[in-house]
Every structure is written in C-alpha cells, then in structure tokens.
C-alpha cells in the first residue's frame, strides 16, 4: 500500500477507544456491585438491566476494535463484521473526542488518527471497484478567492485559468473516469451522494469536515484525504494531488 499511509499515528484513536471501552467496563462492573448493595434493594432490578446492557455492549464494542486492529494489522477485509467495526468506531467517537478532551490531546490530532484508521479499513473493503462506482468530493475553498465563476454543482463552469487545481482535478477525474463533485457543505455533499449513488467517496477536507463526513456518511466508504492550508482554513486550500492519484491508483485501482 505504499507510503500512503505510514505518518500517521493510528494508535492515539484506538488507545483512546480501548480507554473508553474500559471506562464502560469498569462502570458496569461498579454498578454491578451497587445492584447487589441490600440498602439499594428498590434500584437493584432497573441496575442490573443496566449494568447487563453496559457489559454486552462493551464486549461487542471490544470485539468490534479487535476485528479493526486486525484488519488493519493484517490488510484483511471481515465482510460480514464490517457493520460491528462500523459501529464501534462511529458510535463510540464522541466519547473518544470527550476522552481525548479530558487527556488534553487536540482535537485535531484525533481526528488525522481516525481518519487514518478508517482509511486503512476503506482500504481493504474497496480494491475491487470499477470507476464508476467511485465518486470524489472536492471542497470549494479549493477553488481560488477571487474567481468568479460558480464551480459548485458544475465543475465545468471552470475557464482553467491556472489559478488553482481545480483544472488538475478535473483532468484526473477525467482520466481516471471517476465521478467528481466540488461541495460547499454537508448539504450539497448529500445531494452530490443522492445524484451519482457511489458505492465509495474519495473526500478531500479538512479534519473536521472529513470526520463528521465520515461519520455522516456511514455505512457508504469514505476515503479521506486532509487538505493543505497555506493560507488558513477554508481560503486557497489545497490538496497533494500525487497522494490523491496514489490513493487512486492503490487503493481503488480505478
Ligand atoms: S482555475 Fe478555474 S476555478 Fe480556479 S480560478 Fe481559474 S477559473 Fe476559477
């Protein structure tokens, strides 16, 4: 999979998910042992509906990010449990965040992690798609501040003056026969989703847009790639177009 992938520290969102799924074991246990306090006899049956629920989802969640790690440690795809890892890494996010919060670690640094672990898992669940099936979703702060054409919904509309990549990008999308898409937000994102049914995205963002993207998105493969920002965010970004066209090239074969 080449150098794709290999700068980034996966390690900060799985150990802050295993921290978190330990909290949900320790509270149950914990509830456990009040359940059982005769002083609480009146809250004890409503306590071991709970911590019984708490136990069973903290063994599926655990269960969930063993089959990641595994799949990423072993470039393996578990078909029939992608749901579970799904939705243990989705569902189980805010409170990573919360988590990570609390531990004083960035909140941008935990989202470049979980993307990072969900690009290995998209990765290994989409070699065999065709073209076609892939749609890339490009941000319009790409596009130059001063331009005065309207890109968002046609692409097209673009007079490839040279001032930003977005004539590069239309040229890989146009070579490599992929679907593309530039987006102002989370709504027309949806709506580009709804028109050209993708079986996987290629997303080009930020780390906050990307993660609540990828999150939105579920259980639809989204593959992100973080913008760069030059000059800040959300004016003249820019996108690693090699990386783009590797992560094309190995990953989605398209
Ligand atoms: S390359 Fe296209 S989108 Fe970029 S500034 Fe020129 S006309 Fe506008």
Redesign the pocket.
Known sequence: MSGLHKDVKKRTFLGLLLAVLLFIVMAAVYLLLFARDPVASLSRNVMMVVTAALLVCAVLFLCGLFLAILSIVQNRNFKHLNWLTGKTLFLLYPLVVYCGRLLHIAQEKIQHSFIAVNNRLVANRTRQLKPGEVLLLLPHCL??G????K?TRNADN??????????ELLELAHRKKIMMDIVSGGTLARQAILKYRPRAIVAVACERDLSSGILDSFPLPVYGVVNERPEGPCMNTRVDLALLEETFNTIFKV
Request: glycine share 6%.
């Open positions: 596009q130059n001063s331009c005065a054409y890109i673009c007079r490839r003056c040279g001032k930003c990549q977005v004539p």
